[in-house]
T-cell receptor, first 114, second 115 residues
Framework: EAGVTQFPSHSVIEKGQTVTLRCDPISGHDNLYWYRRVMGKEIKFLLHFVKESKQDESGMPNNRFLAERTGGTYSTLKVQPAELEDSGVYFC????????????FGPGTRLTVL | AQSVTQPDIHITVSEGASLELRCNYSYGATPYLFWYVQSPGQGLQLLLKYFSGDTLVQGIKGFEAEFKRSQSSFNLRKPSVHWSDAAEYFCAVSPHSGGYNKLIFGAGTRLAVHP
């Protein structure tokens, strides 16, 4: 069974540009989470999808971030325009159901904004 | 607000030595608690979790953790460390409100293992 995959693994962009990160969850997993780790800090929750619906987006930093989950399958996280403080590692995780299900994490996308 | 503290940013141990990684949490209700590990180039892998019941939890790779409510702690232990255990370890809490499992992480502890 394939794990959670994320693309790209690394992205380097200029301030003001747009970047789109993609996450493919484990097949059949209804829950999809985005997290972010800024350099030296803790991993922080961004948002949570249940199928194609946003269940909780309380961690999204501002309206420059837009997350979508088309048809309840893969998800994209777009940053437009990117700022220096957006640099960090963006993790995606998925889980099959509710409550106590284990979250399976992808390897992350390292975003550097210059 | 819920928070997780991992007091040790870096720890170095010799191979074969015992290990304890500390984790303290701040949460009003009974928490769900987790330890994850991230090896270089890999995603986070779940080592173990505590929801209820026996406060000593066994995980993968020979790790265990003990939940101590009186100390708000969930320390991770391993009796004999292997060189392959070198990685970054994250403690996490889940508020598990509404049946969903948003994770709140500590800042991580990076473990180095000397041969």
């Amino acid at each position: 069974e394939a794990g959670v995959t994320q693309f790209p693994s690394h992205s380097v962009i200029e301030k003001g540009q747009t970047v789109t990160l993609r996450c493919d969850p484990i097949s059949g997993h209804d829950n999809l989470y985005w997290y972010r780790r800024v350099m030296g800090k803790e991993i922080k929750f961004l948002l949570h999808f249940v199928k194609e619906s946003k269940q909780d987006e309380s961690g999204m930093p501002n309206n420059r971030f837009l997350a979508e989950r088309t048809g309840g399958t893969y998800s994209t996280l777009k940053v437009q325009p990117a700022e220096l403080e957006d640099s960090g590692v963006y993790f995606c995780a998925s889980s099959p159901g509710q409550g106590t299900d284990t979250q399976y994490f992808g390897p992350g996308t390292r975003l550097t904004v210059l | 607000a819920q928070s997780v503290t991992q007091p040790d940013i870096h720890i170095t141990v010799s191979e074969g030595a015992s290990l304890e990684l500390r984790c303290n949490y701040s949460y009003g209700a009974t928490p769900y608690l987790f330890w994850y590990v991230q090896s270089p180039g890999q995603g986070l892998q779940l080592l173990l979790k505590y929801f209820s019941g026996d406060t000593l939890v066994q995980g993968i790779k020979g790790f265990e953790a003990e939940f101590k409510r009186s100390q708000s702690s969930f320390n991770l232990r391993k009796p004999s460390v292997h060189w392959s255990d070198a990685a970054e370890y994250f403690c996490a809490v889940s508020p598990h409100s509404g049946g969903y499992n948003k994770l709140i992480f500590g800042a991580g502890t990076r473990l180095a293992v000397h041969p």
